[in-house]
């Protein structure tokens, strides 16, 4: 799937896409439990994922400058004649708007992404982030925390918290957790080779948080994964911070 990264990136930079799902990292960290196929129709990039939650295939929105009416119209005249039908996921309001009566659109309220200023987490403001700042507090108060560079030098110590978080919370018993942290592992084994960067957080002297993320578009970061040692208080709002 490497051969198609530059073409993807290519295409999610002229898109500016909305969605999480839309960088090639996603795509290509969680390819093993959700297999990704890629074709093209006339000038449109398409991305078919097979979604481990409902083992559906489900159509992202198309990466292409035509407009998006005429591409799904099309499309689904090739699934009527294929006696089929053509589920779109991840698809934004701007998207939805264009689509025809044909398609009904339904809310997949369970995994809406969700959208903060980077300025209110770093600085917490109000009382809608008090409790965040108190368990910081007490995390920085009980801890000597101390932040690093997500680089090649702090990658097996993130792995060690990985396979640590694992078998806390026993991930091999879990289909999601597993897929979950196999997507992390390719994430690290393939970390200078993908756009993604990170931090992450010494405690008394050992890696106990890390969080990855990458562009999604001009003015949007999307956080792929964050962890911390869940018996720790505090950590997780400090490594999110």
């Excluded at 078919?48 to 292409?64: A, G, Y």
């Excluded at 084994?189 to 948080?209: H, M, N, S, T």
Aim: hydrophobic content about 40%; overall charge negative; some cysteine.
């Amino acid at each position: 799937m490497f051969e198609d990264k530059a073409l993807l990136e290519a295409l999610f930079r002229e898109m500016q896409p909305q969605i999480s799902e839309l960088t090639f990292t996603n795509l290509y960290v969680w390819n093993e439990a959700e297999p990704v196929q890629l074709s093209r129709y006339n000038k449109t990039a398409l991305i078919q994922r097979r979604r481990i939650r409902d083992e559906k295939n489900v159509l992202l929105p198309p990466l292409t400058n035509e407009p998006i009416p005429t591409v799904q119209e099309d499309l689904r005249k090739v699934a009527v004649a294929n006696h089929s039908e053509i589920l779109l996921y991840g698809i934004d309001s701007k998207v939805a708007g264009q689509l025809s009566a044909r398609y009904r659109v339904d809310p997949d309220r369970d995994n809406w992404d969700y959208v903060y200023l980077s300025s209110d987490l770093a600085d917490l403001p109000g009382d809608k982030y008090h409790a965040k700042r108190n368990f910081i507090t007490r995390c920085l108060a009980d801890h000597k925390c101390e932040y690093a560079k997500l680089d090649a030098s702090v990658v097996n110590d993130c792995l060690q918290l990985q396979t640590e978080w694992c078998n806390l919370r026993q991930c091999g018993s879990m289909p999601s957790l597993e897929a979950e942290n196999k997507a992390i592992k390719t994430i690290f084994d393939k970390y200078p080779r993908l756009a993604v960067f990170g931090g992450a957080v010494y405690v008394d002297g050992k890696l106990e948080a890390f969080t990855l993320a990458e562009p999604l578009n001009n003015d949007t970061a999307v956080i792929h994964f964050e962890k911390a040692n869940p018996q720790i208080t505090g950590l997780y709002q400090l490594i999110n911070q």
